[in-house]
Each structure stands twice: as C-alpha cells, then as structure tokens.
C-alpha cells in the first residue's frame, strides 16, 4: 500500500536504534533514540537502556555478544535464571528487543499501516553449528518480541529506561512463546523476501541481512556508470563494523538498457567476523589501566574514536590487520566475473560505530585493492576505488560517525527490500549467462 511505513530495527551489541521510512512521503525519519543495549538488575526488576554514567559498574552489557559468541550453551529459553539478568538468556533478548520495538512503535499513529525489518548478523554465511543456533535463538526472541508488541498495548510492556517487572516479563513471555513458529524458515537466498505475521495480524515483520541492511541506503544513492558491457552500472562493498562482529557484503546496482529501470543485486555475505569494536575497547582498557589509568569502559570506548596517536600501538594494528585480512579474503573469493572486472567505480563503505577507528578505512581500502589485484589486472579497474563521502539523500546527520551508526538501522526499514535480489554467482559474459534471483515476498 502506499500509505505503509516501514519500521528498521537495529538491536546491536552496544547500542540499538530504529528508523522510520514514511513512503506516503517518500523519506526516512531516523530521528529516533540511539539506546544503549545494556540491561540493569535492580532488586525483581530489570531495566532496558539503563543509565551508564551513573550505574558503570552493574551493568549487564553485550547479552547479544553472548548470544554471538555462546549459543550452545545453557538452553536459551531455560527455565533457570541467569545470575546477572534474573532470567535466561532468551527472555532477556525478547525483553531488549521488545523495550526497542515498544518505542519505535509509541510514535506511529494507532491506525498507521507499517511493516517491520530486524538486521540479522551475517550468520547464514557461516554452516558451523554455533552459526546455525545462534540464528535460531535470534529468530525466536526476535518472534516473541513481535508477538508480545502484537498482543498488548504500550504500557503493558517494556520500556527503555524504566523497570519493568522480571516475573511478569517471564509470564508474559511463557504465555507468548506458544504462539510462535519463530516465523518462516529462510536462507541467504531468501532472508529479504520472506514475511512473518502475528498470530492476530497485528504486525508484519521480516529480517535483512545485516551487511545488506549496512549498504542499502548507500547503493540506492549511489550515482551509476555507463561502460562498455553495462548501460548503468552501481557497485558496493560494504564492512559494518560494530561491537560485536564485522560483517561484510557486496552489492550491485544495475541499470536495464531498454527500461532504464535499476535493479539491486547482493551476493553472499562474509561469515561474520568477531572481530569488532568491543575487543579493541577491552585491549585499550587493559593497556591503559596497566599504565595506571584509572578508566572505564565507557570512557575506553570514548577514547578509541579520538585522533590522538594511540591507534599506532601494536594492539590497535593488529585489530585492523584482522580486519583487513578479512576483508581481502572476501574480495577475493566474491563470485563475480562479470561486473566486478568492469572499470567502474567500487565503493567502499565503511559503517557501524567502530568503523571510524583512525587508520581503519585507509586499511579495509588498501586491502580491497590487494584482494582485486590477486584475480584483475587491468590497472583501469584497480584505480577505481573511493570511499564515498557519507551523505545520504533525504537526510542530514550532523558528522559521520551519525551515518555510520545509523546505518543498518535505515538500510532496516527500506521500503523494498525484496527488490534487492540474491546473486549466487555472477559468470563472465556469454551464451550461457543467467541471473539466479530470488523469489517473490510472500
């Protein structure tokens, strides 16, 4: 309908954020609360979005690090009560999810038509079973989240930075979970088309892969080329380096010669990467503090965005070697032979709060062209790479970094995202070359 809003929503490791994209009016209104994604345990309450300055040192930071990093352990939805949060580990992303849902939702009008798209780690990259469950466990929180908002008003539930009641959020949660399916199973192929609804109707939801939802915003903006053997062509490297991982996706932008329409492809994503900007922040506290300074956490992840000479030291070197090292793998293995070799210009987007690290960008650029250089020789093609600048139509964040955060969060709430179909591979030109896209929404 063209009336619909798209809601995008970005439940990270160090802060969460929603966008709201109005199609009736044809821009973005990203204008909401960046939260922080910690949760506090205060007596029988828990809170979402807790105050940092004031309460540092009880906070419960990174659940969705250890729902990344620890999905085979104690069951996710266990009936025992973690130690920090009061309750298992799958009522406490529910519970994060749902204060963030609950509050991008207050602010859309009772009788608005929305849909809504939740960024999801580049999990489907990676068949390793910690993979495979960590995307399950998310799936189900992220549906039981939905189901919840569905099923009663806002004052009923969760919201950032108040307390809210750790035995109702468990019953509220175990009269829920029976009415989910954890919506429609999906793959790489089909993550952007699939649609889920609440068991009353309510709320319409999917999900998008996290790279894609980093690069959409910039893809559907970008300016595109007319080169021999493309009429109109757009290509997109995007690595989002958040808290807790990296991810990694490409992404071309085609222009149809006889239509002039403009068609979205991505290809597989890079596995993700755990790699990110929470381990630079705990190598710089352990540096610090054994210089005897005394710092917080919160002040270390201050301090590592600030051009001051540290990013030279050893730790903070080989964190962006590591970075770089995947990135050129995966520039290196993108199946493309038919519009990756073509000398038109590759943007390299680097997004996510940690990807303004000083030195990082220069870094992920030198080793996109070492990884060209390994499979392209035409020097046309290796002088074409450019970090574009980070504005965006329609919007106007002050500085970078509100770009680079924001980033996932807006690619979240595009309009058509199964318009942007999956490219298993891309073959060089000839008799036999065909697009492998993916279905139709359903």
């Not at 940092?52 to 009560?81: C, Y």
């Not at 991008?104 to 999801?120: K, V």
């Not at 403009?262 to 790699?275: C, D, I, K």
Request: hydrophobic share 40%; net charge neutral; aromatic share 8%.
């Amino acid at each position: 309908m063209s009336s619909t809003s798209f809601l995008g929503i970005d439940w990270g490791t160090h802060s969460s954020k929603s966008a709201w994209y109005r199609s009736n009016l044809n821009r973005y209104d990203p204008h909401l609360p960046i939260f922080p994604s910690d949760l506090r345990k205060i007596d029988e309450t828990i809170i979402f979005a807790a105050e940092r300055e004031t309460h540092a040192q009880d906070l419960i930071r990174s659940i969705k690090g250890v729902l990344i990093m620890d999905p085979l352990g104690t069951p996710f939805w266990s009936n025992e009560s973690r130690g920090d949060t009061g309750t298992s580990l799958g009522e406490a992303v529910a519970f994060s999810l749902t204060a963030l849902l609950n509050d991008a939702i207050s602010s859309s009008s009772s009788d608005e038509d929305f849909e809504i798209g939740f960024s999801f780690p580049n999990w489907l990259a990676a068949d390793d079973r910690k993979a495979q469950a960590a995307a399950q466990n998310f799936r189900e929180a992220v549906a039981v989240a939905a189901e919840v908002v569905a099923q009663y008003s806002f004052d009923e539930l969760p919201q950032p930075t108040k307390p809210f009641s750790i035995s109702r959020w468990r019953e509220i949660v175990s009269t829920s979970r029976p009415r989910i399916d954890a919506g429609r199973q999906f793959d790489l192929q089909t993550i952007m088309s699939v649609r889920n609804v609440t068991s009353n109707g309510r709320l319409r939801w999917g999900f998008i892969s996290e790279s894609g939802a980093a690069g959409l915003p910039y893809l559907r903006a970008m300016e595109i080329e007319d080169v021999p053997g493309a009429h109109g062509l757009a290509k997109l490297l995007v690595v989002d380096v958040g808290a807790g991982s990296t991810d990694i996706g490409y992404m071309l932008r085609v222009q149809h010669r006889e239509t002039n329409k403009a068609n979205l492809y991505y290809f597989a994503p890079a596995p993700s990467l755990p790699v990110a900007g929470n381990v630079l922040t705990r190598e710089l506290l352990n540096f610090l503090r054994a210089k005897n300074q005394r710092i917080t956490e919160i002040e270390a992840e201050l301090r590592k965005m600030q051009e001051t000479g540290w990013h030279e030291l050893a730790f903070v070197q080989n964190w962006i070697s590591q970075i770089a090292q995947h990135v050129r793998e995966y520039v290196e293995g993108i199946p493309d032979e038919r519009w990756l070799p073509l000398p038109v210009t590759l943007n390299v987007v680097v997004t996510g709060g940690s990807g303004l690290v000083p030195g990082l960008k220069k870094a992920v650029t030198d080793a996109v062209r070492q990884g060209l250089q390994s499979r392209i020789k035409e020097k046309k093609v290796l002088e074409k790479i450019q970090t574009p600048g980070e504005h965006l139509p329609k919007l106007s964040f002050g500085t970078e970094p509100e770009y680079a955060r924001r980033a996932v969060c807006l690619g979240a709430s595009d309009a058509d995202r199964p318009s942007c179909k999956f490219m298993s591979n891309m073959e060089a030109p000839g008799p036999q070359f065909k697009i492998a896209g993916a279905p139709k929404w359903t």
